[in-house]
């Protein structure tokens, strides 16, 4: 592998490096593949040895997808794409999976077709050969890809590595076919052919499944989120953070916003200049822009300490309620100001709303509330 990353002139920690010689890599040994089994699926008369080529054939092609998606993503924002191209690739895993799709629909009508219109086989040495080393071989890459396009995080990359882990399975069961015939004088050479596209088919919808999620916009990386809220509360003049939103541009590409806690007797002067070189760390070691909303808190206080504490033991009594941030009390307005976090499973937020109103009557029936309810966006 190192010798392509010289060749390519690519560094191989970089996600541009990954991507291209793990592409590079898989289109290489895939056609080879492929061309093999077509030949000798013909010559054996076996629909399943052809499907399977033509399914390796796929696997090349899904392979040269990832590689354009990865550089078209590369591409430099402008005026109508200001976040970027990252996206694109999530468009080249939609392209694969519809390509995988329709290879197993394929290889599933003519395995069909076989069912009723058998050919006798013509087992050969070489088709046995040929079959267990690209087993073995296709097997390897697809672990490698998928580690690699984890490393890189790629989503094409690993859907590309999960289709060629599978295909080590559906050539193991060519070979189980062959033993079957060879043993029994029974074809059992279509059904395996029925066998593979409904593994090929199983892998397209799952392929589908996760991009489609990415599309629409699931929660972002945890570890991202961990990593920032780290890095956020260490941060001198800061007290708290919650409500962090992180929008995906592509893999290595995010904007988003937290709100910050800061001490209510320090103004914005004061703690500006390490909220801004916060930003910038953010966006160089994350390649998260990142923009702040600030709370005024009061930590210090007796009253407030009762306040929290007594906050704390109605959200810890509430089935869905995860935490309570953003406490505020204004005296000279009388409104007590709160957030709290609830999972996605409380439906009836207005009941959680009225009981909370109450609850903060009976202890502080001098206050109005203002309670803001919402759930974690990461």
Known sequence: MNILYKIFRLDPNSREGIITVTSGLGIIVNFMIALLKIIIGFFASSIAIISDGVNNATDAL??????????????HPDEKHPFGYGRIEYLASLSISVLILVTGYEIFTSSLDRIFHPEPLNISTWAILIIVISAAAKFFLGVYTIRMGKKA?????EAVGLEGR?????????????????ILHVSVDAFVGIVTSIIILKTGFEVLKDTVSEILGRPGQKELAQALYRKIRK???ILGAADMILHNYGPDSYSGSVNIEIDHN???????????????????????TMVFGIYAVDNDGEEIKELRKYIGNFVREQEHAKSFHALYLDKESHRLYCDIIVDYKLRDWEKLRTQFEEYISLQYPEYETDLTIETEFI
């Open 62 to 75: 899904t392979s040269i997808l990832a590689l354009l998606g990865a550089k078209l993503a590369e591409k």
């Open 153 to 157: 995080d790629s989503k094409a990359l």
């Open 166 to 182: 599978n295909d080590s399975l559906i050539s193991v069961l060519t070979l189980a076919s062959f033993a079957v015939y060879m």
């Open 235 to 237: 941060t001198e003049g």
């Open 266 to 288: 320090k103004s914005i002067g004061e703690i500006y200049q390490n909220i801004h070189k916060l930003q910038l760390d953010i966006m160089h070691e994350y390649h998260v």
